[in-house]
């Protein structure tokens, strides 16, 4: 390829990105030659004014018509816009959150976590775009390498090293696992393009190879629920959650799994869609038993363990390994409401989520603890903030008004309207979401009827006041009014170019 068809693509679609690798490149320069007692805060106010030029600039590409690079290598079109636009909202509070956080000792490593943040979000970006499984792999490892440095931040904190140890290890066997489900794909067809292996699926002489097909949809799929905490490979999340900081556990627990969830949506769809089961029936209906198994598994194995948490960063642990499985429910039944109901919940994860952990945030700040007993008597030294994690622990347990209630009645109509309704798993659905009341609102009990352990009222910081009250109103704003994010996604995202080729512009 020369110097000329370099010069002639259009580079533009990767403009988000570009910004965000720009402002991690100029980040290490700057935290490389800041003086070592110098405070590395304005590294966090330079990356959030990255990632809202990014968010500019992706605002300004919805209107931009799909489009692609290297012959469909890297896409913009609709799909990656809407999850993109989730990706950055997550990113840009998380880094409001990371501003505020007391690091203590490690404070001199603060500009290591800020551009190790946008590696990783730039992981997630290239991740959503990509219809390649090279680019995916690069987007995947970006992400991952970048997360593991994160989680032991903390050089001289014990729980630190073992989170990052933990998580390298584990991340290392799923990675080995989904690159070995990869290599039988392209064994079959001698294609790394999703959609070119989407066509090679269809041939005739693919038949006689039925069991590999399945084969390597059942390894892939097994490594990459690795990245969305989904059981079997869920056990790394409770160790690392708490042994990360807290910004951390925040971006693992938002960030990661909705790049985690684009990726699978992208892969699977484009490339199990139209490929021959093993009794000739589509693939996707016959492994249906074995995602609804994952799915009902890591609802109920994340709901039931979170009973006996008193850790608060081990019991949203577990939530986030309940609420994959909730998402991934939607994937069973795979019908013509898969993606808006997998983005809106998505959204509301990310507000309600992030919400709770600007506000755990503050509380163990103040009490020294990450015990549940640290939001005693709340309600009296912050009565505003005991409601704000009020409106976050309802939403995430689907109480109505809320923005989780919206996002659950519409996978629970998901899973009932298929074309053979998935009852079961629509009911343990509905049966996890009861047993999460009782930890959920431990944490409410805690607040308003418990007597305080701490004295004197909370000290409110800005950002955490900030990033809690976008938060809160963005929950309650999409459990009355769901309309409105549903309107924009239908206005904005013509999910039509999703199975289409592009030629290179």
């Not at 950055?88 to 500009?111: P, S, T």
């Not at 584990?170 to 690159?179: D, E």
């Not at 969305?228 to 910004?247: E, K, N, R, T």
Request: one cysteine or more; charged letters at 10%; a neutral charge.
């Amino acid at each position: 390829m020369d110097l000329q068809t370099l010069t002639s693509m259009n580079w533009g679609i990767m403009v988000p990105e570009f910004t965000v690798l720009g402002t991690a490149l100029l980040l290490s320069l700057l935290d490389l030659f800041m003086p070592r007692e110098k405070s590395r805060r304005i590294l966090g106010i330079l990356s959030a004014a990255g990632i809202v030029l990014a968010l500019v600039f992706l605002f300004l590409q919805f209107s931009h018509e799909p489009a692609s690079l290297f012959h469909d290598m890297y896409r913009l079109d609709s799909f990656s816009k809407a999850f993109k636009l989730i990706l950055l909202l997550g990113a840009g509070l998380i880094l409001v959150l990371a501003y505020d956080y007391k690091m203590d000792r490690e404070e001199e490593y603060r500009g290591e976590f800020y551009y190790l943040l946008l590696t990783a979000l730039l992981g997630g970006l290239i991740m959503a775009s990509s219809a390649d499984m090279i680019t995916l792999f690069i987007g995947l490892e970006l992400l991952s390498l970048s997360s593991y440095v994160m989680a032991g931040l903390r050089k001289r904190d014990k729980e630190s090293n073992e989170a990052s140890f933990k998580y390298v290890v584990t991340g290392g066997i799923s990675t080995a696992i989904t690159l070995f489900g990869m290599s039988y794909i392209f064994g079959l067809t001698g294609e790394t393009n999703l959609y070119s292996i989407g066509n090679a699926l269809r041939d005739m002489s693919i038949l006689q190879n039925q069991f590999l097909i399945a084969f390597a949809f059942i390894i892939t799929f097994a490594g990459l629920t690795f990245k969305i905490a989904s059981a079997p490979f869920h056990m790394w999340a409770p160790d690392v959650y708490q042994g990360s900081p807290l910004p951390v556990t925040a971006f693992l627990s938002v960030v990661s799994k909705t790049a985690g969830f684009a990726l699978i949506l992208r892969f699977f769809l484009l490339v199990f869609n139209s490929a021959p089961g093993i009794k000739g029936d589509p693939l996707l209906f016959q492994v249906q038993p074995y995602l609804a198994f994952l799915a009902g598994a890591t609802m109920i194995a994340g709901n039931l363990v979170a009973l006996r948490q008193r850790n608060v960063k081990r019991l949203f642990a577990y939530s986030s390994i309940a609420q994959a499985g909730y998402i991934l429910v939607p994937f069973v039944s795979v019908s013509a409401m898969l993606f808006e109901t997998t983005w809106f919940y998505l959204l509301a994860y990310l507000f309600m989520n992030i919400g709770a952990f600007a506000v755990i945030q503050e509380v163990t700040a103040h009490s020294k603890t990450h015990d549940i007993s640290g939001f005693a008597g709340l309600y009296r030294r912050s009565p505003w903030l005991a409601v704000a994690m009020t409106i976050f622990i309802l939403s995430l347990a689907g109480i109505p008004a809320t923005a989780g209630f919206i996002g659950k009645f519409g996978i629970f109509m998901n899973a009932l309207g298929a074309s053979q309704g998935h009852y079961v798993l629509a009911g343990i659905l509905v049966g996890t979401t009861v047993i999460s009341y009782f930890y959920y609102f431990n944490i409410i009990g805690q607040m308003f009827f418990r007597p305080e352990h701490q004295e004197g009222r909370l000290q409110h910081k800005k950002g955490l006041l900030l990033v809690t009250v976008v938060c809160a109103a963005a929950t309650i704003i999409l459990g009355i009014l769901p309309g409105t994010a549903l309107h924009f996604f239908y206005e904005q995202f013509q999910l039509t170019d999703f199975f289409q080729t592009m030629e290179q512009k």
